[in-house]
């Protein structure tokens, strides 16, 4: 059951939010990320820079770098752009694209919980990763992008949320979105009263088990974090270090778009052969005249190749459905088609295979064909579902097996560690 607890520490300037708010960090590329913080430099963003963020002749050292991002959060806490808590408090987070809105409550959560498994995930990590984001927390001191959980969703935590956010929210902005030509809204109350807040951590004391949705880097580095504190500090469950900031959302709220794939060469073969490779385990049909294509079920993809789309049916005795993981549409993707039509083993280091997030829409598969890549295949999303049951099984899915739309933005809410 996760503890929740209030936190104390800084919430963005209602005035300022539009301005400082950043994007989702790792939704955009190193090269959008410099021309974006070189844009605008008084936004959160700057206080979060990696070295892959600079051209090879102009990069800093890792430990400039930091101290630069640790300076810039300090004129970003000085210059008014945020305000510090007077209380440990608990936040209502709303946001929403035009198509899709969800509302979660911001706190902390002991890192306990993720030491015993309540916590659960699916995807690994990179040690290197890790090793960066923890240097980052032990010199900048601060945690800002809410790790996302979700839950099984309840109608007494539902119930009260719709209570809580009846009055005016405390916060309110818009973030225009260039990168993914979105626009969110976002909506933040600040939940004081105790006795609310009291309601809140019993609701939540009936959950059993959380997962992981988004920021398992973070998660995984603030648990290596908390062990280095631990080991310089007493200990007693309570500190800072000891708790991650996430974002807990119902199931039933959270919005998956798929992860396609695309494919740098044809592998030496041709249009007429990969189709006929492709008939020995699924249906293949040429969509004549068809411009777009949305996969509309598990097991169903769409192939672009030479400017058509071709629609591709999995027989289902290629399913196993007792497995979680081989039966994911990524794996079936991987295993019966890059695999042994493209050579593609290696799904994380191949360079001829790369992915375009589905919030990119076919706009985003038009793009990739510009840029020389020769055949795309669209998925369909992996289901909330099939992410819990990889998870409850403590298995892990393939790299780039599910996007969440929209994002929780990072500089809104300021934890100190």
């Given amino acids: 059951m996760p503890r929740i607890k209030a936190f104390k520490g800084y919430l963005v300037n209602a005035t300022r939010a539009k301005q400082v708010v950043s994007p989702a960090y790792d939704s955009v590329s190193p090269e959008q990320r410099r021309q974006f913080a070189e844009s605008n430099p008084q936004n959160f963003l700057n206080t979060m820079r990696l070295l ?8 800093p050292t890792q430990a400039q770098l930091l ?19 007077g209380q440990p408090c608990l936040f209502v987070y709303q946001l929403g694209n035009g198509r899709h809105v969800q509302t979660g409550v911001v706190c902390e959560v002991s890192i306990e919980e993720y030491e015993k498994g309540l916590v659960r995930k699916h995807e690994n990590t990179r040690s290197d990763k890790e090793d960066l984001l923890t240097h980052y927390q032990k010199v900048v001191g601060v945690s800002s ?8 969703q309840s109608d007494a935590i539902d119930d009260h949320v719709a209570q809580l956010i009846q009055k005016p929210a405390d916060l309110e902005f818009i973030s225009e979105d260039a990168f993914q030509q979105q626009v969110v809204k976002q909506k933040v109350w600040c939940i004081k009263d105790l006795v609310e807040q009291r309601k809140l951590l019993d609701l939540f004391s009936k959950i059993e088990i959380t997962y992981l949705t988004d920021g398992h880097h973070r998660a995984a580095s603030g648990h290596r974090y908390a062990k280095i504190m631990r080991e310089q500090y007493s200990n007693n469950g309570d500190e800072p270090y000891n708790q991650l900031l996430v974002a807990l959302f119902p199931d039933n709220q959270l919005n998956l778009l798929p992860f396609h794939r695309c494919v740098k060469d044809l592998n030496g073969l041709n249009e007429t052969q990969i189709v006929e490779a492709l008939g020995k385990c699924f249906a293949v049909k040429k969509l004549s005249g068809q411009t777009t294509f949305d996969a509309s079920k598990h097991g169903e993809f769409g192939m672009y190749i030479n400017n058509s789309w071709y629609l591709l049916n999995v027989a289902p005795e290629y399913i196993d459905q007792t497995d979680p993981v081989s039966s994911l549409d990524v794996t079936l993707l991987q295993n019966l088609i890059l695999d042994p039509i493209f050579g593609i083993k290696d799904m994380r280091g191949d360079a001829r295979l790369d992915y375009i997030a589905g919030v990119s829409g076919n706009e985003g598969i038009k793009q990739k064909c510009s840029e020389g890549w020769k055949v ?21 899915m393939p790299p780039k097996s599910t996007y969440f739309d929209p994002k929780p933005r990072s500089g809104i809410f300021v934890q100190l560690k």
């Fill in 52 to 59: 892959e963020d600079f051209p090879a002749d102009a990069r």
């Fill in 67 to 85: 101290l630069t991002n640790k300076a810039n959060l300090a004129k970003l806490l000085d210059d008014g752009s945020y305000e510090k808590l």
């Fill in 145 to 152: 992008s809410p790790i996302c959980l979700a839950y099984l």
């Fill in 376 to 396: 795309v295949f669209a998925c369909y999303a992996t289901s909330i579902a099939q992410l819990m049951d990889v998870a409850d099984a403590d298995l892990l």
